[in-house]
């Protein structure tokens, strides 16, 4: 039911997944890191990177303060409570922009991973505008190795 016109229940001419098998959640945390990277930059206090960790994780925090000269976002947040969920919402904002521009099939197959009611099913406009440079990022992420 869920290919379209061009496929065969066979998986002929089927392509590999666009997200290389990860977590659609996990891609979308990466992504918003980068989108709001200079309020990482400004989380010092070890209570507040502990609580903040405790959310979005410290492959995402790293991520993306290794990435703020690509960061969006240029309100800053303090609240790492407040943050977190910023960056879980434009990270699925983003990807869903990001796979808006992708052919059906590819779109739902990361789509049907995904929580229902997430930002990827109602992308804003500026989410469309960074999602190509964000998702490019993420997706050489996925391809690096794991050490």
Not at 124 to 131: C, V
């Amino acid at each position: 039911m869920l290919l379209d016109n061009d496929m065969d229940s066979d998986r002929s001419g089927w392509e590999p997944d666009l997200l290389r098998g990860h977590d659609p959640r996990r891609a979308a945390l990466l992504a918003g890191s980068i989108w709001h990277a200079r309020s990482l930059r400004k989380l010092v206090s070890q209570s507040d990177l502990t609580v903040f960790i405790e959310f979005i994780g410290a492959e995402a925090h790293a991520f993306g303060i290794r990435h703020v000269a690509h960061a969006i976002a240029n309100k800053l947040i303090a609240d790492p409570e407040k943050l977190a969920q910023q960056i879980e919402h434009d990270g699925h904002a983003c990807l869903g922009a990001w796979l808006n521009d992708r052919p059906v099939l590819e779109r739902n197959r990361v789509f049907l991973r995904l929580p229902v009611g997430t930002a990827a099913e109602n992308p804003a406009p500026e989410h469309g505008n960074a999602s190509a440079q964000l998702f490019s990022l993420v997706v050489a992420h996925f391809e690096i190795p794991a050490r």
